[in-house]
């Protein structure tokens, strides 16, 4: 079964660029468009009472620009900007925008945001029953979509976490552990201490109240986590 189209409207004061956006919208089932339009005091007013999945909004418009009318909606859909401005990139994604389209915005460009907005839609509405593998986060100004495959560990530091990869450089991202536990399957990790998650297929040994990870990194395992450690020696 097909999944739902992704409702969505688009906003922007340039006529040209409203009508190239509805010709790539027209072009892809998996979205549906709603409305369009030339200004964001109209558009703020319509989502106040016609909520969509997902904006395209542009930065730099009269009266009230499209950043500003992120900030003032209460309920927020997913947000891709249109602009023709490099520098807003970094309060974008303080937004926690999907994407950053530059204009003029070829085809495929368009095409690779709203798959990632399609993905980052499904994973918010994650089914238990169907298999998850991957994270999203931001970090650095950009959504990141991390394979399950790939995490090694979590590390926490605070409001912050550090996500320990197989293959390159940790990644950093404002969330707390138990809220990174809550986004990852219960089977294929596993909390080990107040400071650390541990991907079970990562797992080499366990010697008393440490595990080793097969990179060879050594974590500890606390007193009242170490029901954990018991519950995967069984199932070894």
């Known amino acids: 079964m097909a999944a739902a189209p992704i409702t969505c409207i688009i906003i922007d004061d340039e006529p040209l660029a409203l009508r ?3 010709d790539y919208i027209s072009l892809l089932p998996s979205l549906q468009l709603v409305a369009a339009f030339d200004d964001a005091i109209t558009a703020r007013e319509f989502l106040q009472t016609h909520p969509v999945d997902l904006l395209f909004t542009d930065i730099n418009m009269p009266h009230i620009s499209g950043l500003d009318l992120m900030r003032s909606l209460k309920e927020r859909p997913m947000l891709i900007f249109t602009t023709a401005y490099r520098n807003f990139a970094v309060e974008g994604f303080e937004l926690n925008a999907v994407d950053y389209l530059v204009k003029p915005i070829s ?4 095409n690779k945001a709203v798959q990632k907005a399609r993905e980052f839609f499904d994973y918010k509405r994650y089914n238990p029953s169907v ?9 650095e100004y950009r959504l990141l979509k991390i394979p399950l495959v790939d995490i090694e560990y979590i590390e926490s530091l605070e409001d912050y976490i550090k996500i320990h990869l197989s293959i390159g450089k940790p990644i950093m991202t404002l969330m707390t552990l138990k809220g990174a536990l809550e986004k990852l399957p219960g089977h294929r990790f596993r ?3 107040r400071s650390y998650i541990v991907g079970v297929s990562k797992i080499k040994s366990v010697l008393n109240k440490k595990i080793t990870l097969i990179s060879g990194t050594e974590l500890p395992v606390s007193d009242s986590f170490y029901e954990v450690i018991k519950e995967w020696k069984q199932g070894i």
């Open 107 to 110: 085809k495929e460009r368009f």
């Open 131 to 139: 298999v998850q593998e991957y994270l999203f986060v931001y970090s």
């Open 20 to 22: 190239l956006m509805k």
């Open 191 to 193: 909390r080990i201490h």
